[in-house]
């Protein structure tokens, strides 16, 4: 039993050496919150245990170091006094805060390796984070103006991007709400997609509205909107033109092909009888059988019925703007509607297990040209999401 008890101490001994360890190897490396956060969560456990005694000290000398780097750094960003130190200066008091936050739970704490409690000069940061946070804000919605005021998509596009931020800090700040939503639709590339069918033959009202129905796409995307009707005030840059050019309807065809089956099956079994005709018995009296095999066939009609459908033509890309094509990308889709099934004449024990398949199925009405240019419609519309996903602005 003392055996165990000592193993149990060298292996907790040994734990808490090497957490101390990196604790120091944090604080010696300048990674203050690291070792802090460490030494804080040993202590959290139980403070007064004497294996956690060293993250004490290690505890105090990381809060000092940090926090004389953090007030130094905030002395040069204050003198210096930019737009973008404002975000840094804002943080660097929230990050002080968190610190003395986390460590005064613990407090007070007793160092046996020092002799005495740690010593922790905590200050009060309200008006300074206030402060930071009011300069912070400002300094965002200046900086959210400036990128409005250029006028360009990318421009709005960062303007949105600031303005979410400024609301994350101080929400329903002033006019941001308005003004994000006036980014946002300013740095949106609005797409104009029309249907065009030059094929000469009738394309089915749903399969226009389910290849323009954008919202069935998945193609999200937060800076582009694709529109299939015109919406006034807007501004489109880009056009897209799905174009049909031919649709090819094969005829109805029914063909039949008969196969004659044969097979060599058992048919029950007869008695074995010697020269005069009498049964042959075992050794038990039984009457000794013998199998009998019979050549049984059939005549299979295998009918089979098949319409076909190709759809073909382009995806065009125009800048609106300037009135000039920029790509265009072939897309066409092949639909074929086949059934097959089968009859037979003759003794079904000669058919295939393919055969006996064919017979649960019967004749099935052709579909009408409208259904066949839908379904291949159906293969064009991935393929058209295909080509907006790989072109996405």
């Known amino acids: 039993m003392k055996a165990l008890y000592l193993l149990l101490f060298t292996a907790l001994f040994s734990i808490s050496c090497n957490s101390v360890k990196r604790t120091q190897n944090f604080v010696s490396q300048g990674n203050y919150d690291e070792a802090i956060e460490l030494a804080a969560k040993k202590l959290q456990k139980d403070k007064g245990a004497k ?18 780097e953090d007030t130094r750094r905030l002395v040069f960003l204050k003198k210096e006094n930019s737009a973008a ?22 407090l007070p ?19 300074d984070l206030l402060n930071a946070k009011d300069a912070y804000i400002k300094s965002l919605y200046q900086e959210a103006i400036v990128y409005m005021q250029r006028n360009t998509k990318q ?29 946002h639709f300013r740095g949106t590339d609005f797409v104009f997609v029309t249907l065009n069918n030059h094929t000469g033959q009738f394309i089915p009202f749903r399969l226009e509205q389910d290849l323009l129905d954008f919202n069935t796409y998945g193609l999200d995307n937060l800076w582009t909107e694709y529109h299939s009707t015109r919406e006034n005030g807007i501004n489109y840059d880009l056009g897209i033109d799905l174009n049909f050019q031919t649709i090819q309807l094969s005829p109805e065809r029914i063909s039949d092909r008969q196969y004659t089956r044969t097979q060599h099956i058992h048919d029950g079994y007869d008695y ?75 003794d079904e024990r000669a058919l295939t297990g393919e055969d006996r398949r064919l017979l649960s199925n019967g004749f099935i009405p052709f579909p009408n040209n409208e259904q066949m240019v839908f379904d291949a419609g159906q293969d064009i519309k991935e393929r058209f999401k295909e080509i907006l996903r790989d072109n996405s602005l």
């Open 85 to 106: 130190g404002a975000k840094e200066i804002y943080y660097t008091y929230l990050d002080l805060e968190a610190r003395q936050n986390l460590i005064r739970p613990l």
């Open 155 to 183: 421009d709005y596009r960062s303007a949105f991007n600031v303005l979410c931020e400024l609301d994350e800090v101080q929400p329903n700040y002033k006019d941001v709400f308005q003004l994000r939503e006036d980014a």
């Open 272 to 346: 074995k009888r010697d020269r005069n005709g009498n049964i042959v018995r075992d050794s038990l009296g039984n009457p000794i059988k013998i199998d009998r095999f019979i050549d049984v066939s059939a005549m299979v009609t295998i009918t089979t019925q098949q319409k076909s459908v190709f759809v073909g033509g382009t995806v065009v890309y125009k800048d609106l703007n300037k009135r000039q094509q920029l790509n265009s990308f072939p897309i066409s889709s092949e639909f074929v509607f086949e059934n097959a099934f089968a009859t037979y004449r003759g």
């Open 51 to 68: 294996e956690y005694d060293a993250h004490i000290r290690l505890l105090e000398e990381a809060f000092l170091k940090a926090k004389d």
């Open 109 to 127: 704490l007793y160092s046996n390796e020092m002799g005495r409690n740690a010593n922790f000069v905590f200050s009060d940061y309200t008006n």
